[in-house]
């Protein structure tokens, strides 16, 4: 299991430069990927693109860029750029975000998303093979279009897939999937057995899981985790998230975080690389600068 780390949710991502010096920092470290959410502050591509450059060897990934606010040309065109920019280390995490986000807040239809993202699919990917795309759809009419990229021949695409038919989707289409709220239980019976059965249903090789999780190395485990019931409430409140800890029988999202020394965090781990998860994504959930590096430090130790 590759051992990554998340950006994005925390004052550290708040600068491109802060961005690209964690690269930095994790690549020197032994970290496989570095990936980031792309939430309502900088743009996770143009951030990871830039982070890449100037970087050598560690993978660069959107964890999630969402899919209603940008046309599949739009994406596929960032995408591809970035991949040029990284020299092919940029991995393409795409979801639908959520109905309170692109319906209630961007004032976007959220009706229909899993046909929605096939759709998108069906465009996308195409594209970020340099195909011409000619299609007809419900939601997207794309014609005699091309993206070529000298040096791009392809760029990875894992979606953020947690129902049945995104799963089904996922594993049929993508590379794989990028997860957040998914306790192991969940993840090795609902979440790995679904990718893997679509994708052997396809003919396709077994696809890459990344499993998000919040993670703090520290003694002071109750206080740890009564502080971070605030900033993590709202995925208690969105009902696919709300969905995922109820079927691993937790109450609160900051049930599922990883909090304690290093034993503790090391059975968590091996429990989440047990449940069929190939990339661990780490979000060091740390409120001070010495914990965030102490968890940094152990999780550099696994690589």
């Avoid at 939601?139 to 040096?151: C, D």
């Avoid at 985790?225 to 998230?241: F, K, N, T, V």
Wanted: aromatic residues 6%.
């Amino acid at each position: 299991m590759k051992i990554g780390l998340m950006m994005g949710t925390d004052p550290r991502s708040g600068s491109v430069e802060a961005v690209v010096n964690m690269a930095k920092r994790a690549e020197v470290a032994g970290f496989s990927t570095l990936w980031m959410a792309n939430i309502f502050a900088l743009d996770a591509i143009m951030s990871l693109a830039t982070a890449g450059r100037e970087t050598s060897r560690i993978e660069v990934g959107t964890a999630v860029t969402p899919t209603y606010p940008r046309h599949p040309s739009a994406m596929a065109q960032q995408a591809v750029t970035a991949a040029s920019m990284t020299n092919n280390r940029f991995v393409l995490g795409i979801g639908l975000s959520h109905k309170m986000v692109i319906e209630d807040m961007l004032g976007m239809s959220f009706d229909k998303p899993a046909r929605h993202m096939r759709e998108y699919l069906d465009v996308l990917l195409p594209l970020l093979r340099g195909d011409v795309v000619n299609y007809d759809g419900n939601e997207f009419k794309v014609h005699n279009t091309q993206i070529a990229v000298a040096g791009v021949s392809n760029v990875p695409v894992v979606i953020a897939a947690l129902g049945p038919a995104m799963l089904k989707l996922a594993g049929e289409l993508s590379a794989g999937t990028s997860t957040w709220m998914v306790g192991p239980k969940t993840m090795e019976e609902h979440i790995a057995a679904r990718m893997n059965a679509a994708a052997s249903a396809a003919g396709k090789r077994a696809p890459r899981i990344i499993g998000g999780f919040p993670i703090v190395l520290t003694k002071k485990v109750d206080e740890t985790r009564a502080g971070l019931a605030e900033p993590l409430a709202i995925y208690g409140q969105l009902p696919s998230y709300r969905g995922m800890l109820d079927r691993e029988g937790l109450a609160h999202p900051q049930d599922i975080a990883l909090i304690g020394d290093e034993a503790v965090l090391r059975a968590g781990i091996d429990r989440i690389r047990d449940s069929g998860v190939t990339d661990f994504n780490a979000a060091i959930v740390a409120s001070d600068d010495a914990t965030f590096n102490r968890t940094f430090d152990f999780l550099a130790s696994l690589n």
